[in-house]
């Protein structure tokens, strides 16, 4: 019974070559972009989970505005911000800082 069926879809992919065509592509960038959709969804919930106190982690970001209706948000503030933070408030225990540089590779 299987064998017919694969005979029969054969059969109309073979005869509608263009039309089978257009529906396969769209179900491969449909499948596609939902596999990129999902994978950018859980890795944004999967972001700091493990560590065990996972719920009392916070990052600051700043907020440029850059006209009407335009904001950059940028995971960056000036360097002094985190120990004055833990020196005025006594909710915040520890603070850890990261600094980037660009990387000049000179041959």
């Known amino acids: 019974m299987i064998k017919k069926y694969f005979q029969t879809a054969a059969r109309v992919l073979l005869k509608n070559k263009m039309y089978s065509f257009i529906n396969i592509t769209g179900l491969t960038l449909g499948l596609w972009a939902c596999m990129i959709v999902a994978n950018v969804v859980l890795d944004d919930l999967s972001y700091d989970k493990q560590w065990s106190r996972k719920d009392d982690l ?26 004055e933070l833990k020196k005025n408030y006594p909710e915040v225990e520890t603070y850890s800082q990261l600094y980037t540089s660009p990387l000049k590779i000179i041959t």
Request: charged share 20%; aromatic share 8%; glycine share 12%.
């Open 58 to 83: 916070y990052r600051i970001i700043t907020v440029n505005k850059m006209g009407e209706g335009l904001n950059e948000r940028n995971a960056a503030s000036f360097a002094g911000l985190a120990p």
